[in-house]
Structures are given as structure tokens and as C-alpha cells.
């Protein structure tokens, strides 16, 4: 019960500071694992006690399934090479810098200990980074590398760390293994990925969508079994989840359902808002743990904690600078390529796509801030809560108490010092999206979804004997649609009114007829090359709010 009255105070807190962190400009889970350490420092406050084994398979998949479906596999494909360098290569060169230098300033920690300790301490939370980004409107391309480095780097953390802490236990460690294990995780959870995005979806197709609620029960438990069954293979839980969400989004859907979208934004909304408070407050609340864990006084640990934490915040900006020179200069080579080509007339040239489809590389403001929101989080304190006790011969783990400590202070000095100060960061760096940023991308989906209206309207002219009234007002609502996603698009269009006399049934009809095909072009351009999915998800939601039936008409 006392466990039950934690989370319910933690759950409060996030519902009163969600508005507090709006009008203080500051990251909503900073403010909510402050509070969880303030809680937690209270000594009638129990201390709060989660399993480690399920802190991972509980948290994770529901908050990378959230923050996946608002993305696509193109808007994957063409920020592949910043994310992959950020994912993976920089979560490698983080574990051996901080393993390399925990032999030396911890005492008494193994070689395997030390890459465990590396491992836990590389990847940036997705949650913190996603949050964070929405918060300071960022520029798209930077938000698309935050969210993406934020969604992949567990997938190698996580392995390394399985792959080290088996070696403290077992007593040994081989680096070819661990990239075995490595390249066999990945490939199971790209299988188990794709077999459950496959066999959910025709699922859900079985179940048809009369009822939204199938749908949503159905995508609550999906991540989660899909998780624990790549885990239960040696497969990536978090790379399985990942891809069962990008295939589960990249697949068909009912255009005419908008009931359904609806109740699955607003369920999956109010999930990863809840997810996120529990999750941020737990990291709070475990800081008494990893303090009552230590068998020194913690301030004997300053000098070698302040070591690991330099090298965590500085590697990150020294492996930033010389990616992003080399990014921009391969930028260039392509550009000059692409075109030559266009000079000499191949206009479909396999480099003139790739510089189409290619970001520009970030400059060194962007990189500042890149580099200062590497916040660590979640994963952090549940991989490191997740250290045994004991190793096979019965002897306690080789400093496991101060591997856990720095841990925490990494994630304290990350996510409270960084988070804090990454708008003050940002305004005198300003780096921040343009007004118009997307403006003109906008206006051409809302261009296409109203050219795709009127069409439907002329092919259901051939099927309905109109009134010319109803085809007067009918042949409106293009204009109107303009009208209604971006005033700007439609002059001096107004909204037509409404006749009781006038067939309602053939209104209806043309409506709805219209209203499916503008929904159809905007999700069919949501996978093309370019198109920000989650600027194609606000308007068809948009569109969806217009079809219900208390929408005005």
C-alpha cells in the first residue's frame, strides 16, 4: 500500500507540473525526478522498492512504441547516418573512454565491471530527449536526430552491458563474443520485429474497426509481449519493439476511420504522459537506494565520480565536433556531384536523389545543443539497480555499491544540471525553429488534400443525382477545407452555411466521400521522401476532428 501511495503522489505531481514547467520553460521530467528526490529525502517517505528485472520491460516498450509511431521508415532512412553515429558508434566510444578510465580512478573494479559501468552510463534517454525537443522548438531536422539516437542507442548499450555483466559473474570476457551476441540480438529482434508488426496487424484487420477499443487494447499489450519475447530469445527488446512500431505505421489504414485514430491518440497521449511521470519520479525516488547502497562515506567517491561524469559529458562533445566537419564535407562532395550531374542532364541520377533526400549537417550551435542534451535517465538507473548482488562463486560483485553511485550521479548531473540549463542553452544560441519553418511543406499537403477532395466530389457526381444547391455548397468545401487548415490558402473563402430544407443524406454522403479522400492523399504522402509524419498526422487529425459528428458543418 505505502508502494501504491508513492506512485499516486508521483502521478500528482506530474498532472500540477506539467503547467508549471510551461510557464518556467523547463522540461516537465526534470521537474518530476527533482521532485522524486525531494520525496525520497524525507525520512517518513518509505523507501520505494521496484523489482530491476521489471523496471525495463514495464517502462520501455510503451514509451519507445509512443514515440516511434510518430515517426516513418523514411524519416528514419534519411537521418540513418547521423542517428547510426550517434546511436551506435558513440554509445561504443563512451563505454570504452568510461571504462577505460574506471579501471583507473575506482577501486577495485574489474575490467568486464568497468565496461558495465560504461555501458549503463552511454545511452541518452528517448524519453528526456523527446521531451526536451517538443519543449524548445528545435529545428525539425535536429528534433528527427534527438528522437533518433534517443530510440536506437539502447540497442547497444543494452547488449554490451548483458555481455559484460555475464563476464563479471562468469568470470570471463571476450570481445569477439560480445560482437557475436551483438550481431545475433539484432538480427532476432529484426525477425521478432517484423513477425509481430505482421501478425498484429492482420489482427487487427480480423477485428475490423467497428469498435476502436479492440485496436487500442490490442497496441497496450503488442510492445510489451514483443519485448519480453525478443528478450527471452538473447534478442533486442528495445530494437524489436522499435521495429514492430515502424512496420505496424508504415502499413495501410482506414482513411474513413477516424473514430478510431482519434481514441488511439488520446490513449496513447495519456500513456506516454503517465509512463513518463512514474518512470522520471521512480529515478528520483531510487536515489535513496543507490545512497544506502554504499558501504564509504559518498564523499569518498567525489574524486573518481567527477571523473566518470567528465568523461561522459566531454567524449560526447569530442566525438560531435569531427562527425559533424566530416558530415558537412561529405555534404559538399555530394552536392558538387549532384550537381554535375544536373549539368549534364541526368536529372534522375542515383546522387541527385541522395542529395535530395539528404539533411544538411548541423553547424557548431546545433552541435552545442546536441551535445547538452545527452541527458541520461531511465535506463540508466534500471540497468544499474539490475547489477547482481553476488557473482557465481558466491562473492559480492566487484564494486557494484560504487558503480551504482556514479551511475545515479551521472543521471543526477545529465538530467537535472543539463535539462535545466538546455533553454538557457538554446535562447543564447538561437537555435530554434524559423516562424515559417515547414510552412511552405504544410501548405502543399493541405494543397494536395484539397485538390484530392474535389476530385472524389467529381467521380461521385457520376453515382448521386445532385441538387444544385447541394452541389453549390458541395463544391465549396475544398475551399473550405483550405479554409479550415490554413486560412491563409483561401482568400476570402468562408465556411458555407447550413439549410435544413437541403438533403442532408447527400451532404453527408459528399462529405464524408471528400473528407476520406483528403485523408487518403495525406496518409499515402506520410511515407514519401521529405514529408515529416508528424506534420501529416496534425492535419489528418485535423480532418478527423471535422468528421465527427458534432463537428460544425
Known amino acids: 500500500m505505502e508502494q501504491l501511495g508513492l506512485v499516486a503522489a508521483v502521478i500528482l505531481a506530474t ?21 522524486g528526490i525531494l520525496l525520497a529525502a524525507i525520512p517518513q517517505v518509505p523507501q520505494v522498492h521496484v523489482e530491476p528485472q521489471f523496471i525495463l520491460p514495464v517502462v520501455l516498450p510503451p514509451l519507445l512504441y509512443a514515440t516511434a509511431r510518430r515517426t516513418s521508415w523514411r524519416q528514419w532512412a534519411a537521418n540513418a547516418r547521423p542517428i547510426l553515429l550517434l546511436a551506435v558508434a558513440l554509445v561504443m566510444v563512451t563505454t570504452a573512454a568510461v571504462a577505460f578510465v574506471a579501471t583507473r580512478v575506482v577501486p577495485g573494479i574489474s575490467i568486464a565491471g568497468a565496461v558495465a559501468l560504461g555501458a549503463l552510463v552511454s545511452p541518452p534517454d528517448p524519453v528526456a530527449a523527446t521531451a526536451i525537443a517538443s519543449k524548445l522548438h528545435l529545428p525539425r531536422r535536429l528534433v528527427s536526430m534527438l528522437e533518433g539516437e534517443g530510440l536506437f542507442n539502447d540497442v547497444a548499450a543494452l547488449v554490451l552491458y548483458q555481455v559484460a555483466i555475464s563476464a563479471v559473474v562468469g ?19 529484426l525477425v521478432i520485429g517484423f513477425a509481430f508488426g505482421w501478425g498484429v496487424n492482420r489482427l487487427i484487420l480480423l477485428l475490423g474497426n ?21 528478450e527471452e530469445v538473447h534478442g533486442s ?7 514492430y512500431t515502424l512496420y505496424s505505421v508504415s502499413r495501410p489504414v482506414d482513411a474513413a476511420d477516424a473514430q478510431g485514430r482519434l481514441t488511439t491518440d488520446v490513449f496513447w497521449s495519456m500513456t506516454e504522459t503517465l ?40 567524449v560526447r562533445l569530442l566525438y560531435l565536433l569531427p562527425s559533424v566537419l566530416l558530415a558537412r564535407r561529405f555534404y559538399q562532395r555530394l552536392q558538387v556531384h549532384a550537381l554535375a550531374d544536373a549539368l549534364q542532364g541526368v536529372a534522375d541520377s542515383p546522387r541527385l536523389q541522395r542529395q535530395r533526400g539528404t539533411d544538411v549537417p548541423i553547424g557548431w550551435r546545433e552541435t552545442l545543443v546536441v551535445w ?5 535517465g531511465v535506463a540508466t538507473v534500471a540497468l544499474a539497480l539490475a547489477i547482481p548482488v553476488t557473482v557465481h562463486s558466491g562473492a559480492q560483485f566487484p564494486a557494484r555499491d560504487r558503480i551504482l553511485f556514479i551511475a545515479f550521479a551521472v543521471v ?16 543564447l544560441l538561437g537555435v530554434r525553429a524559423g516562424e515559417r519553418d515547414g510552412d511552405d511543406a504544410e501548405s502543399v499537403l493541405i494543397e494536395r488534400a484539397a485538390h484530392a477532395a474535389a476530385e472524389a466530389l467529381n467521380h461521385l457526381q457520376d453515382d448521386l443525382d445532385f441538387q444544385v444547391e447541394v452541389w453549390d455548397r458541395l ?6 477545407l483550405l479554409a479550415r487548415l490554413r486560412p491563409q490558402l483561401s482568400g476570402d473563402a468562408h465556411a458555407p452555411g447550413t439549410d435544413a430544407e437541403q438533403d442532408r443524406v447527400q451532404i453527408r454522403t459528399g462529405l464524408e466521400r471528400m473528407l476520406t479522400a483528403a485523408r487518403e492523399e495525406l496518409l499515402a504522402a506520410r511515407s514519401e521522401r521529405g514529408i515529416e509524419p508528424e506534420m501529416v498526422d496534425h492535419l489528418v487529425r485535423r480532418l478527423d476532428l471535422y468528421s465527427l459528428p458534432s463537428a460544425p458543418r
Open 237 to 243: 527488446g528495445v530494437l524489436a519493439v522499435l521495429v
Open 210 to 230: 467497428a469498435d476502436p477499443r479492440p485496436p487500442v487494447l490490442i497496441s497496450i499489450l503488442a510492445p510489451t509481449v514483443c519485448y519480453v519475447a525478443a
Open 15 to 35: 498532472a500540477i507540473l506539467i503547467p508549471v514547467s510551461s510557464r518556467i520553460n523547463l522540461p516537465w521530467p526534470v521537474l518530476v525526478t527533482v521532485f
Open 412 to 427: 543526477l548531473v545529465t538530467l537535472v544540471l543539463q535539462g535545466v540549463t538546455l533553454p538557457t542553452l538554446v535562447r
Open 171 to 189: 568470470g570471463s570476457f571476450s570481445p569477439g563474443d560480445a560482437a557475436v551476441k551483438l550481431l545475433l540480438a539484432a538480427v532476432l529482434a
Open 475 to 480: 463544391n465549396a468545401f475544398p475551399t473550405d
Open 372 to 376: 547538452w542534451a545527452g541527458m541520461r
Open 275 to 314: 509512463v513518463t511521470g512514474i518512470a522520471f519520479g521512480l529515478v528520483g525516488l531510487e536515489f535513496q537506494t543507490a545512497f544506502q547502497a554504499l558501504n564509504v562515506p559518498w564523499t569518498n567517491l567525489v574524486g573518481e565520480t567527477v571523473a566518470i561524469v567528465g568523461v561522459v559529458v566531454g
